[in-house]
């Protein structure tokens, strides 16, 4: 079951904001349905967004009335920037975008164009899922038989087309025999890990356990975790990591009682042209996402409410990141795309 994908005219998508009550796809017909599911969380995961961004301009395409060339790419672009304004951390959504432009660019006459987009972009979602099972295969050595991992927010198959970055390493240990136990966060605000981790870790027979954010240190001290595996929305280029609020805790907890710090992400997630973490750019959210949990409200009107969506945890504090071209220290990455030249 994939995520989403492209059918006819229209992306086609897991409405994540529903699970895990419902499963229902919804149908997204426009650059601006798109940008809204987007910024309603209703896909997410950077690897996902990625796919979705190139899928809006697909989707632009297909449904355009431009009688020209030029008409064309000037929807495209007007896309683009409208899909880029909806998360700014997650690096593999501009990813997305400029390889389909790039292809856009190159042909001449709509109907061509919107071939070489539409092709581009089926692309982009296949491999997406051959990345994540190569991303298993390599991190799936990571794991001894009978260990448990700890695993923050979502970084499944929903949070991609198919399979998963951190969750898909799991997957991989599983079908090489190797009996695997999961501690799920909770991941507030939007409890990511209790709504959907769960949800995909049940579906697969894969035993797990929710813990609230705040019981990260105990179970840890209590000799219960073996192992933190979690997935990235923008890597710096000194091994620096973005990823879902709370992430940078767990990862000094880690470091604290000695427990080995994973992070699973394909290569179009490592941002060599930011340096460090101190320039990714970090997404604030609305302050309602904390104030209520559904319609029930858990702060005093007029309080201030801070909803950053991410945090960074540096590179001293992860043992080594997991792509699907091998595993490596974070003062090592920039030797992945060495070894592709």
């Not at 975008?97 to 692309?123: F, H, N």
């Not at 990823?243 to 000695?258: D, E, P, S």
């Amino acid at each position: 079951m994939r995520t989403l994908e492209l059918r006819g005219k229209n992306l086609v998508l897991i409405d994540q904001t529903l699970l895990p009550e419902k499963l229902k796809f919804i149908k997204c017909n426009s650059a601006d349905s798109i940008a809204c599911a987007i910024g309603e969380m209703k896909v997410r995961g950077a690897p996902a967004l990625g796919v979705a961004a190139a899928m809006a301009l697909a989707v632009t395409a297909l449904n355009s009335r431009a009688k020209s060339r030029g008409a064309l790419l000037r929807e495209l672009e007007r896309a683009a920037t409208k899909i880029r304004q909806t998360r700014p951390t997650a690096i593999n959504l501009f990813v997305g975008l400029d390889r389909v432009l790039e292809v856009a660019l190159k042909k001449g006459g709509v109907r061509d164009v919107t071939k070489a987009v539409v092709a581009e972009v089926q692309k982009i979602a296949n491999e997406d899922v051959k990345t994540n099972k190569r991303m298993g295969r390599n991190g799936a050595r990571l794991i001894k038989d009978g260990v448990t991992v700890l695993t923050h927010c979502n970084a499944g198959a929903l949070a991609c087309v198919d399979y998963g970055t951190a969750l898909g390493v799991i997957r991989a240990a599983k079908e090489r025999g190797k009996r695997v136990r999961v501690i799920a966060t909770e991941t507030r605000p939007l409890c990511q890990g209790a709504r959907l981790t769960a949800w995909e870790l049940k579906r697969e027979g894969i035993p797990v356990t929710v813990i609230t954010d705040n019981m990260a240190g105990h179970v840890m001290k209590q000799g219960l975790v073996d192992l933190v595996m979690v997935g990235a929305d923008r890597i710096a280029a000194n091994g620096d990591a973005a990823n879902k609020i709370g992430t940078y805790t767990i990862a000094v907890l880690a470091k604290a009682h000695r427990v080995p710090f994973y992070v699973v992400a394909p290569t179009t997630t490592i941002d060599i042209r930011t340096p460090t973490g101190d320039k990714i750019p970090i997404e604030h959210r609305k302050p309602s996402e904390v104030e209520f949990i559904g319609r029930k409200r858990l702060v005093p009107k007029g309080v201030r409410v801070l909803n950053p969506a991410f945090d960074v945890t540096p590179a001293r504090l992860i043992t080594a990141i997991v792509t699907e071209r091998g595993v490596v220290e974070p003062s090592k990455l920039k030797s992945l795309f060495k070894r592709r030249n």
